[in-house]
Structure formats: C-alpha cells, structure tokens
C-alpha cells in the first residue's frame, strides 16, 4: 500500500505531459482563430471588390446621362460592373445589379444608383455552421450635364453680389437668371421671393438657401457678355434735335414723337413715338404717366449717363413698347449687324461715363414689353408693385436688384434667350 502512495506521489510532481495536455486544450480555439482570420479576409476581398464594382457602375451609369445618352445608362452601368468583376464572378444575387435613377441635394433624378448583393460560402464558417453570408454593397454617382446657358435675367458686373432678389419679389422666367460675378453669393435670394426658372447659372455661387432651387442651380460655369462686341448706334450730322411737348389740353393732350436726338424727359400726356431710333442725351428718361405709352419698332439709344426711369401711376399696359425690325436697319452703317440690332429696345452706351448709373422700375408701373434691356453700365433696381405682362423681354445689366412686391413674368423661350456660357459635363461619387 505505502509503495502505491509513493507512486502516486511521483506522478503528481511529474510535469512532463502538461505541453501536450495544453496543446490538446488550446488547439481548438486555435484553428477557430485561424479559420475565422481566412474567412474575414476572404469576405473583405468579396466585398471590396463588390464595393468596387457597383462605384465604377455608378460613375458608368452617370457619365452616360451626363452626355445626355439617356437610354443607355443602364446599359453602361451594367457593362461597368460585371467588367470589374473577378472573384464573385456568377454569384450575384438576382443575376446582375439593381440600377435606377435616384434625387440628390432636392434634384430630380440627377444621380445612379446601384445596389448589388452576393451570396456565397465562407470556407470556415460555412462548415461549421453550414450555411452561406450574403455581402452588399451600394453607390450613388451625381451627374451635371454640360453644354450652354442662356438667361434672360442676367448680370454683367464680374466680382460681388450682383443679382439680389429679396421681400416678396416674385420672378417667373423660365428662360433663366445668369451672373457673370465668380464671387460667392453671385446671386442672392432671401426673404419669400418666389423664383420660377428651369435655370440659375453664375461663375460664382448662388445663396438660396431653403428656396427649392438647388435642381435648377448650376455654378462655376464662366459666362460672357454676348452683345460686348454689339456696335452702339451714334447720331450723327443729320440726326435732327427734338424736344419733348403735349398739344392740346387736359385729358385730350397727346404727344406724337419722331426718333432724334433728345435731352432727358419726362411724359406728361398719351405719347406715341414713332418708328426709328430716339437718343437720349443724358438727364431722366421717365416713361411714366397714367395715359398710354405706346412705341412700336423703336430703339432707345441712352447716352451720356441718361438715367432709365419706368414708375408710378401706370394704367393696364401703360406702357407698351416693342424693337425695331432687321429690315429697318438695311441702309445704315448698322446693317450688318442688323439681326442682333433688332432684338434691342434700350442700350446703354457708357462711353465717357465713368461710373455706373442707377435705372428704377418701381411703383405701380404696368409694362407691355418685348425686346432687350442691355444696360452694361446700369444698376438696375425693380421694386414697389412692379409689373410686366405676359410678353417676352430681356434685361442684361451690370446688377440686378429686385425687391418689395416686385413682380416680373417673361415669356421668353430659354434657347431664343441672351447666351450665357458654356459649362463642363461633371460626376460625383456621392455614397
């Protein structure tokens, strides 16, 4: 019996076995770390190259719609993702991806989306627990399409603030607003102005924030002023000098004009002016009064800083103006530029004014008019009850500030309208 204790006393200081018995215990837990290390960078090489996959079919997808091929987006996204395809090769879900057009940053549709998903075994696991992960991924590319801007609201001025529209200013022109300004906040809207407009384009950036515009905002895009080249039409020797009267009394007064040269007026009775070209030299030309103000086929020529002043006490289409014809150019040194000339109403010609001159289009003034207002020179403020008929105009000037109850409806066609620019196609990963 004693020598059965001392052998198991020899047993129990014995060590010799405890590597393997450790071994034994720890080998498990062992091969569990290493098959779960193999299978984590098994599903990371999935769903990195799944990952990879569905961005290049979005930016794919995007580029498409970018250069306008509208049908074959899908086509594109597709072609791009199964090009970048390896490992999972066969094995995604539903045969291909899912590719749609989605909203981005309030734009309708102006991005891809593609959602994948593969479902496969993991080596380890999928042994063990005999079954299979499913690995998704999704990407999301904005696009900007390219190609030229018009507006019919536009600024010259190319640094600041130069389009401000604030109160309760209300502008329809779905021909668009433009500023040539690359500052920040070119273009400004605040208070509750309402903009109605398939497009607002500057050089620099548009503040308008909580106005639901971001789909028809497009900044960046350099601009140029389309009539800079356009040549001011100047009096000469046998332009006759004209003065501005009523004949007859009280509410049978009248004025009937004839183009020439004329220092700045105000109207005081019905007016017409007849066909052609009126300069004015300088001083106020108030085209305001609560009788009839009627010009058909006529250019306003203002010279020498002649302030422009539409205002006050206007009846239903107080003021009903239209431009010249092509036709009435040929003969003058103007002819050949007759086509460009013919879509003018008012220019300013700046030559030897040093500073800009500040026109008004204000109070309760009812304008029927057609026709450009290029004044590269004007400060052009619109406030009060202003309003314009359902006509088709243009206003290009050196800033643009409308405010109050201001409001402006243009019918104008948006490809018929002033050019403004030229922008680059763009795409963005976006998710």
Known sequence: MLKVFRKLAELGRCTSGNAVMMTALGLPALIGAAGYGADTAQWYMWQRELQHSVDQAAIGGAWSLAYGEDADYETRAQQEFFNNLHITDGDIDGG?????LANYDGGNQNSVLVRAAVTRTLPFTGMLMNSSVTIAARAQAAFRQG???????????????????????EIDANCGLGALSCSDDAIKITGSAKIITTSIVTCGTVSAAGMGLDSVITEGVPGTDEYADLPIPQPDGNTPNRTYACAGKGKNSSASLLPGKYPGFATSCATTFA?????????????THNSALVGTNVLFVLRKGAVLKLSGMGNAAAVTLSPMEEAQFAGTPYA?????????????????????VNHQINGNADLNLSGIFYLPNGNVKINGNASAAD??????????????????????????????GTGDTGVRLIA
């Open 147 to 169: 190609g030229g801007f018009n507006a019919c609201l536009m600024t010259l001025k190319e640094s600041g603030t130069t389009f401000s529209v604030g109160g309760n200013a």
């Open 96 to 100: 291909g991806p899912v590719v749609q």
């Open 275 to 287: 066909a052609g070209i009126y300069f004015i030299e300088g001083g106020t030309l108030d085209l």
């Open 391 to 420: 006509t088709c105009f243009q206003i290009s000037a050196y800033t643009l500030d409308i405010l109050g109850n201001a409001y402006l409806k243009t019918l104008c066609e948006a490809d018929d309208s002033t050019q403004f």
């Open 336 to 356: 050949a530029d007759a086509d460009r000339l013919s879509q003018m109403l008012f220019i300013e010609d700046k030559t030897g004014v040093n500073a800009p």
